[in-house]
């Protein structure tokens, strides 16, 4: 029961990030995917990994075979699952946009590592502490 309220509310509070997480999950039918923490985890074409709502969507180079996927890109896109559940439909705009813009234009880096910015390292923290619960 109260993984169905869990997920019921991720969807309500989520509805943005998880619609559009549900049509992309539904233009990659046929990939390799699975049910994990109350999240579906998918593979898909696209470079990179992207967490929407109920669905992370992890390309295939973070696959490491015999239905198992890497554990430290799935801590941090765990992460964004919190995060997107803490926001609600601020998510997009607070976590996915800066996200998707600091990934796509290395540039904007510069020297700084990935986790420099607030939105990724702030989903590594979430995603660790996810991971350990478990």
């Known amino acids: 029961m109260k993984r169905a309220l869990t997920i019921i509310i991720r969807c309500v509070w989520g509805f943005p990030q998880t619609l559009l997480g549900a049509v992309i999950f539904l233009l990659n039918v046929g990939r390799e995917w699975r049910f994990e923490r109350d999240t ?17 969507f ?10 198992s996927f890497s554990n430290c890109i799935l801590h941090h896109e765990l992460g964004h699952c919190v995060q997107s559940l803490i926001l609600g439909p601020l998510y997009l705009i607070i976590i996915g946009l800066p996200s998707a ?3 796509a234009f290395p540039k904007l880096r510069g020297n700084k590592p990935y986790e420099y910015l607030y939105t990724e390292k702030w989903a590594d923290k979430l995603g660790e502490r996810l991971w350990i619960k478990k």
């Open 58 to 67: 992890l390309c295939p180079k973070h696959f490491d075979g015999e239905d």
């Open 40 to 56: 579906i985890i998918s593979l898909w074409k696209l470079p990179g990994c992207v967490s929407l709502g109920l669905f992370i």
């Open 101 to 103: 813009l600091w990934a």
